[in-house]
T-cell receptor, first 114, second 113 residues
Framework: SQTIHQWPATLVQPVGSPLSLECTVEGTSNPNLYWYRQAAGRGLQLLFYSVGIGQISSEVPQNLSASRPQDRQFILSSKKLLLSDSGFYLC?????????????FGPGTRLTVT | GNSVTQMEGPVTLSEEAFLTINCTYTATGYPSLFWYVQYPGEGLQLLLKATKADDKGSNKGFEATYRKETTSFHLEKGSVQVSDSAVYFCALRLNQAGTALIFGKGTTLSVSS
C-alpha cells in the first residue's frame, strides 16, 4: 500500500530564517506531487505541483520554492521566512493520468513564523 | 475561471440530525468532484468522489450526487454523529494531465451530543 510522510510535524522558526520541509511517498512510482498551504481559517491554496523529477510548476508567486530531486521526494524551501508564511503545509500525491484519480494527503507540517 | 463555492460555516448540529453541506462549482469541461474531510490537527482524507454526471459517491453514511444541470455536489448524511465533527472540503479536478485539485474554502461541522 502507498504511504506519504511529511516532516517535521511542527516547526517554529524566526522571521528571516530558512525553511526546508520534506515529503516522501512510498509504494508507488511516478506520482504527481503537490504542496498546499492552509492558513488559519482559510481554505487550501495550491503552491506547487510536479509531474516528474525536476519538473515544478508554481501556482502562486512568493518567497517559497520547491524541488523534486527524486521520483518520490518533494521538498518545499524558503531562503527567508516571512510572518505570512505561517500555516499548515500539506503534501499530496496522485496517480498520473485522468482527473478521476484522487489525491492522497500527508499528515501535514504546522509552521509558525515568529 | 474554475472554482468551488461551499456554504459558509460553521454548521452546528445535534447528534442524529440531518446534514447538508452545499457545494457548487464552475469549471470548463467535465471535472471530477470530491469531498475531503479534515479532522482536527490532521491532513485531509478522501471521503467520496464522483467522476461523471449523475454519479453518486458514498462512504461512511455520507452521499453526494454529481448534478451537471445545477453544477452542484452537495454533501448529505441522514444522521450525524459527534465523531463527524470536522472540516469538510469540496473539490474539483479538471480532466487535464497534471492538474491539481481546486478546493472550496471548507465548512466546519460541529456535532454535539
Amino acid at each position: 500500500s502507498q504511504t506519504i510522510h511529511q516532516w517535521p510535524a511542527t516547526l517554529v522558526q524566526p522571521v528571516g530564517s530558512p525553511l526546508s520541509l520534506e515529503c516522501t511517498v512510498e509504494g508507488t512510482s511516478n506520482p504527481n506531487l503537490y504542496w498546499y498551504r492552509q492558513a488559519a481559517g482559510r481554505g487550501l491554496q495550491l503552491l506547487f505541483y510536479s509531474v516528474g523529477i525536476g519538473q515544478i510548476s508554481s501556482e502562486v508567486p512568493q518567497n517559497l520554492s520547491a524541488s523534486r530531486p527524486q521520483d518520490r521526494q518533494f521538498i518545499l524551501s524558503s531562503k527567508k521566512l516571512l510572518l505570512s508564511d505561517s500555516g499548515f503545509y500539506l503534501c499530496a500525491w496522485s496517480k498520473r493520468g485522468g482527473s478521476s484519480y484522487e489525491q492522497y494527503f500527508g499528515p501535514g507540517t504546522r509552521l509558525t513564523v515568529t | 475561471g474554475n472554482s468551488v463555492t461551499q456554504m459558509e460555516g460553521p454548521v452546528t448540529l445535534s447528534e442524529e440530525a440531518f446534514l447538508t453541506i452545499n457545494c457548487t462549482y464552475t469549471a470548463t469541461g467535465y471535472p471530477s468532484l470530491f469531498w475531503y474531510v479534515q479532522y482536527p490537527g490532521e491532513g485531509l482524507q478522501l471521503l467520496l468522489k464522483a467522476t461523471k454526471a449523475d454519479d453518486k459517491g458514498s462512504n461512511k453514511g455520507f452521499e453526494a450526487t454529481y448534478r451537471k444541470e445545477t453544477t452542484s455536489f452537495h454533501l448529505e448524511k441522514g444522521s450525524v454523529q459527534v465523531s463527524d465533527s470536522a472540516v469538510y472540503f469540496c473539490a474539483l479536478r479538471l480532466n487535464q494531465a497534471g492538474t491539481a485539485l481546486i478546493f472550496g474554502k471548507g465548512t466546519t461541522l460541529s456535532v454535539s451530543s
